[in-house]
């Protein structure tokens, strides 16, 4: 097993497209850290904080299916370099704007639908690239030691957003601007075979990952089952306001906050690296889920800054399991020349389960309160957790992966 981790790290591509994305997730950590608090900081409101949410996924969901399409045509790190690039440039933008004191409620919606437009082709397509980097005995390796690093950028992301946001939105759109270049450089800096494919754009092909995806219900019982579960138990978009009205901490205590779940899911991704989960996966993914759940609520009722940190990292652990699993089932029943398309779905319904999961946060925490509203997703998660186990059996009795 050691030598098989030692070989994953040997993958000199793979590890600079390690680097790459470490660097463009902890700018999109401590981007999304800024334009939460600064968004609250502008209107004090919870509506406004999950319409942020909104304003992400509506690109994202319709650009979708077409970006899939690209990205199995053309050049994949090329995509995500450009992705890197608008992102830099969004960065630019509202640091300029900061610094003018032009800084708006409408400029941060305008912002929210750059960025689910960019999501739309940079997920699938980072999504797609890593199978091209390293052997296919090393696929669950090699994502759970993507996910380690992802958790890594989570943690350092928000963490870092946090302290630097002491010193002014301005500074921390500037380092996001610079992580996000830095990125861009190493994605083109990765070399892989590039297999140009002519699949002419039609309907069929079009919608050929959502027909794959609907055809196997065992991905589509672990897609929707990561859908549901963090739509209903997410709790990111109300951070801000358990920060500094329940939990009475500042930008500081709201970047601990939103590093605590990738805490949880960096020792969690660690553990799986070196130990895979070999049997009962399906089983293990359900109960993974329940847990998510469970200490959603725990956080929910929670008016303790320790406790609120100790929840959000078992949900970040149990995420884990789930995010592992989900990925590596894909990865190995995905052909590559479907690849782009089968992440396009996936990132819609990651896109479903992460921005629209943030606007019906902020709807319910506008009706309910922010309490009620995570409270009553954590339970919703468990519930959704024990109807897979009838809804998709196959899931539910998979062994092995």
Not at 99 to 119: K, N, Y
Not at 189 to 211: I, K, P, T
Not at 246 to 264: E, M, N, Q, S, Y
Not at 366 to 378: D, E
Request: hydrophobic share 55%; glycine share 8%.
């Amino acid at each position: 097993m050691t030598s098989t981790f030692s070989e994953l790290l040997a993958q000199r591509q793979f590890m600079r497209f390690w680097l790459a994305r470490i660097f463009g997730i902890s700018g999109h950590q401590m981007l999304m850290l800024a334009i939460s608090w600064h968004m609250y900081e502008l209107t004090g409101s919870a509506w406004d904080l999950g319409l942020v949410g909104l304003f992400q996924f509506i690109p994202a969901l319709i650009m979708a299916l077409p970006a899939g399409h690209v990205i199995d045509r053309l050049h994949r790190g090329r995509i995500f370099a450009t992705c890197m690039l608008v992102l830099a440039l969004v960065a630019v933008v509202l640091g300029v704007a900061t610094w003018r004191g032009q800084a708006s409620r409408e400029l941060i919606f305008a912002v929210a639908w750059v960025l689910g437009l960019t999501r739309a082709f940079q997920m699938p397509a980072q999504q797609a690239i890593t199978p091209s980097l390293v052997p296919k005995h090393l696929f669950q390796r090699a994502i759970a030691l993507s996910s380690t690093g992802v958790e890594v950028s989570v943690i350092c992301g928000p963490a870092l957003g946090g302290l630097l946001y002491l010193s002014g939105a301005l500074t921390v759109y500037t380092v996001c601007a610079v992580l996000f270049s830095l990125s861009m450089m190493l994605t083109l800096w990765v070399r892989y075979e590039h297999v140009a494919r002519q699949n002419s754009l039609s309907w069929s092909s079009l919608f050929a990952g959502v027909a794959f995806v609907w055809e196997r219900k065992v991905l589509l019982g672990a897609i929707s089952l990561d859908l549901f579960a963090v739509l209903l138990g997410g709790a990111t978009a109300l951070l801000p306001i358990f920060a500094r009205d329940i939990l009475h901490v500042g930008p500081d205590g709201l970047g601990l906050l939103r590093a605590a779940p990738a805490a949880g899911a960096l020792c969690m991704s660690i553990i799986i690296t070196r130990w895979p989960i070999q049997r009962r996966v399906g089983y293990k993914l359900l109960a993974a889920v329940a847990v998510f759940g469970l200490a959603s609520v725990a956080f929910g009722l929670s008016d303790s800054f320790v406790l609120s940190l100790a929840a959000l990292a078992v949900t970040g652990a149990a995420d884990n399991i789930s995010v592992v699993t989900r990925l590596t089932l894909m990865q190995l029943e995905t052909p590559d020349e479907m690849r782009g398309r089968v992440a396009a779905v996936n990132g819609v319904f990651i896109g479903a389960s992460n921005e629209l999961g943030e606007f019906e946060s902020g709807l319910t925490a506008a009706l309910w309160g922010p309490v009620a509203s995570v409270v009553a997703g954590g339970m919703g998660t468990v519930l959704i957790a024990v109807s897979w186990l009838k809804l998709f059996p196959a899931l539910a009795r998979r062994d092995q992966l």
